[in-house]
C-alpha cells in the first residue's frame, strides 16, 4: 500500500516537472512578461524612495529599510507573480494547451500549479534576493522573526498565484490581461502597505485596507524584520492570510475556465 503511495506521488511529481519545465521555456519567450517581472520589482522601491523619505518614520517605529524591503517583496508578490501568472493561464488557455492537458493524465490542480510554478521559483528567489540587498544597502540587519517573515514570503506567493487563476477566468485575450490585472495591482500597491505602510493611514482606513489579500502577507514580511508584531498581531495576520488564500484558491478552481472565451 505505502509502495503504491509512493509511486503516485512520484508521478505526480514527474508530471508537474515536465509542466513545470515546458511552461518555463514558454515564460522565457515571452520578453514583455520576463522584463516586467524581472525589472519592475527591482526599480519601483527605488522610485518610491522619495516618497517614503517624506514619511514620519520614525513615530511609527520604522526605517526607510523596513519600509522599502517589504515594498520591494510585494512587487515581486504583484508582477513577478500575479500578473506574469495571469497572461500565462490566459494565453495557454486561448492557444488550447490546458485543454489538451485535461485530456492526459494532470488533473486540474496538478495542470494550474505546474503552469505557477516557474513564477512561484522565480519570485521566491527574487523576493529573497532583495531581502538580501534590502539588508546589506539600507543596514537593515538580520530580521527579528524570520518565521514570520518567511510565512509572510510564502503566504504572498500562493494568494498571488491563486489570485492570477481567478482574474484569468474573467479575462478574455492575453492582450487584456494587463487591464483586467489592475485593479489588484492597484489596489494592493496603495492599500497592501507596499507603496505606504499601513501604520502611516488613518485609523478606519488601515482597518479596512489590513483586510485586503497581500496585506497580511506585507504585515508579517515587515514584522519579521522589525519584530514589532506581537503574538496577537502575528496570529491574526496570519490567519488573514490563511484565509485568503484558501478562499482564492477554492474560488480559483470552482470558476476557473478551461475552454477559450469568444
Known amino acids: 500500500m505505502s509502495g503504491t503511495a509512493v509511486s503516485i506521488g512520484n508521478g505526480a511529481a ?8 515546458a511552461e518555463l521555456i514558454l515564460l522565457g519567450r515571452n520578453k514583455g512578461v520576463v522584463f516586467t517581472a524581472l525589472v519592475v520589482p527591482l526599480t519601483l522601491p527605488v522610485t ?4 517614503i523619505e517624506r514619511l514620519e518614520l520614525e513615530k511609527l517605529g520604522l526605517s526607510v529599510g523596513t519600509v ?4 520591494a517583496v510585494g512587487f515581486t508578490f504583484l508582477f513577478a507573480v500575479y500578473a506574469s501568472l495571469v497572461n500565462a493561464y490566459v494565453a495557454r488557455r486561448e492557444e488550447l494547451v490546458l ?4 485530456t492526459g493524465e494532470l488533473s486540474d ?6 503552469t505557477a510554478l516557474p513564477a512561484l521559483a522565480l519570485g521566491l528567489a527574487q523576493a529573497l534576493l532583495l531581502c538580501a540587498g534590502c539588508t546589506a544597502l539600507l543596514h537593515l540587519g538580520p530580521p527579528k522573526a524570520p518565521h514570520l517573515t518567511l510565512l509572510g514570503l510564502l503566504a504572498g506567493l ?13 479575462t478574455r485575450s492575453a492582450e487584456s490581461a494587463q487591464v483586467t490585472a489592475l485593479p489588484v495591482v492597484f489596489a494592493s500597491m496603495l492599500g497592501s502597505g507596499i507603496m505606504f505602510p499601513t501604520e502611516a493611514m488613518p485609523g478606519r482606513l488601515a482597518h479596512v485596507c489590513e483586510l485586503l489579500p497581500l496585506s497580511p502577507a506585507i504585515r508579517l514580511v515587515r514584522g519579521g ?26 474560488a480559483a478552481r470552482r470558476w476557473f475556465r478551461w475552454e477559450p472565451r469568444r
Open 48 to 51: 518610491a524612495r522619495q516618497a
Open 109 to 114: 490542480p496538478e495542470i494550474l500549479t505546474g
Open 225 to 250: 524584520w522589525t519584530g514589532h508584531l506581537s503574538a496577537y498581531e502575528a496570529l491574526g495576520a496570519a490567519a488573514t492570510a490563511l484565509a485568503w488564500a484558501v478562499v482564492a484558491v477554492f
Open 158 to 170: 500562493v494568494t498571488s498565484a491563486a489570485l492570477a487563476a481567478l482574474t484569468a477566468s474573467f
Open 68 to 71: 522599502m524591503l517589504p515594498a
Open 99 to 102: 485543454k489538451r492537458l485535461r
Open 14 to 21: 514527474r508530471r508537474l516537472g515536465t509542466l513545470a519545465r
